[in-house]
């Protein structure tokens, strides 16, 4: 039989469920939810990673104590705890040091527990903590850390809800004021810095080019409006061969063009004088934004942007 915790034991619970009432942004989620996670269990590290559907990967976005561990970290099948979870599909409990390619230097004697974060059978991420010997799991912990992914699934399927409910009034207030200006019979080159300005603003993309075809000569692209750290950094017109670069590929084949990975994307060409991205969204009817992460949603703003905009240009 087990045993009962103190009832002062559930404060870090009490605490969680007071902070999710809250309804803070996700990140701030994610750190109440470790942090709860941690001291329930009274684990030594604790770590959080979120699924990546379209790559099939976890990728860290949360971490208390755990040498070399940074936000934003990867970790696919077979790698790590987060790749174990991910390759067995369910709990993992065992010695660090046992895990297939474990990545964490100092905590090899570590007990660790994963537990995969599901909302109705669709994995939104995991959790994982350690303990340093001689101490061990307790039955009354590996139930308590049960509890906390069932509700960490909850609370971080409501956030990306909200997110989302967010982003989508950003992309009906963005194509609002491109319509608006539309009316207003403006400049192109207003209407378009108006159009980059918005972009950068409302859906947050750090970079943003606008380029449009030379009528004298289609085979070429121009770029003189810009928004984010380009408008910024960039001060002269560019003109780009329609045959290079992913928005070449844009413009060309009338398509559009998400690349996650620029590395590995020999079309990418940077601009001079800027840090290269690490993910690029290129409109059917132009390139608009560069992307510090691909989002499904930003990718339907832009190409909704596009339609709005090729309607104002004819």
Known sequence: ?????????????????????????????????????????????????????????????????????ALGEI?????????????????????????????????HDHEVLGLPIRWRERLLGYFGV?????????????????L??????????????????????????????????????LALDVLLQRAADSVHELLQFPNVDIPLIDPEQPETLVLR???????????HEDRIPVGRGIMGAAARERRTQLVNDIAADPRYVCPPGVTPARAELAAARGRVGVLERSQEARRRSVVALAEVARVGWR
């Open 225 to 235: 409006v810009r928004g984010g750290t380009y408008k910024q950094r960039i001060g």
């Open 148 to 185: 906390i992914a069932r509700i960490a699934a909850v609370a971080i399927e409501h956030a990306l809800r909200q997110e989302e409910t967010r982003r989508r009034s950003r992309r009906f207030e963005l194509i609002a004021r491109i319509a608006a200006g539309m009316h207003q019979e």
């Open 130 to 146: 350690s303990l340093a010997p001689p101490r061990h799991l307790r039955q009354a912990q590996l139930e308590l850390a049960e």
């Open 1 to 69: 039989m087990t045993a009962p915790l103190p009832t002062a034991g559930f404060a870090p619970l009490t605490e969680l469920l007071d902070a999710i009432a809250q309804s803070p942004p996700l990140p701030e989620l994610l750190e109440h939810i470790l942090d709860a996670a941690c001291r329930l269990v009274h684990a030594d590290t604790g770590v959080i990673g979120l699924y990546e559907p379209a790559h099939d990967r976890f990728r860290t976005a949360a971490v208390r104590n755990l040498p070399g561990a």
């Open 75 to 107: 970790a696919v099948r077979g790698e790590g705890l987060g790749g174990a979870v991910l390759s067995t599909g369910g709990a993992v409990r065992t010695r660090y040091g046992d895990l297939p390619q474990p990545r964490r230097l100092g905590i």
